[in-house]
């Protein structure tokens, strides 16, 4: 079992920056970020496979990174370049299973959202 708590959103103007955070209480195998906007499915933004380099959704790639902080127990999502098509609530998920990727099914855990809204 593991407890994910997002923090960190906010409104930001398009071409801003903006971080969200997410405190967990154990490291799983599989820590990524996904974005939800209303009335759109659920989308994987970045996520850690293990210990091996980041992936990133092809519409975030090149414009947020994804990183951990195992001392803080924190996962972060650094978003640069913002569009208002970016607004949506961010969801922090965690699973233990070596299957990882970007489909929200393959998670088990997730936060409750912090919302980011880029104005135009």
């Known amino acids: 079992q593991v407890q994910l708590v997002e923090s960190g959103g906010g409104s930001v103007q398009a071409g801003g920056s903006l971080t969200v955070a997410c405190g967990y209480t154990?490291?799983?195998?599989?820590m990524a970020w996904f974005r939800q906007a209303p009335g759109k499915e659920r989308e994987g933004v970045a996520v850690y496979a293990g210990a091996g380099s980041p992936s990133y959704g092809a519409s975030v790639k090149g414009r947020f990174t994804i990183s951990k902080d195992r001392a803080k127990s924190t996962l972060y999502l650094q978003m640069s370049s913002l569009k208002p098509e970016d607004t949506s609530m961010y969801y922090c998920?965690?699973?233990?299973?070596?299957?990882?990727?970007?489909?929200?099914?393959?998670?088990?855990?997730w936060g409750q959202g912090t919302q980011v809204t880029v104005s135009s």
């Open positions: 998920a965690a699973d233990p299973r070596p299957i990882c990727g970007l489909l929200p099914g393959n998670y088990r855990y």
């Open positions: 154990s490291s799983m195998y599989c």
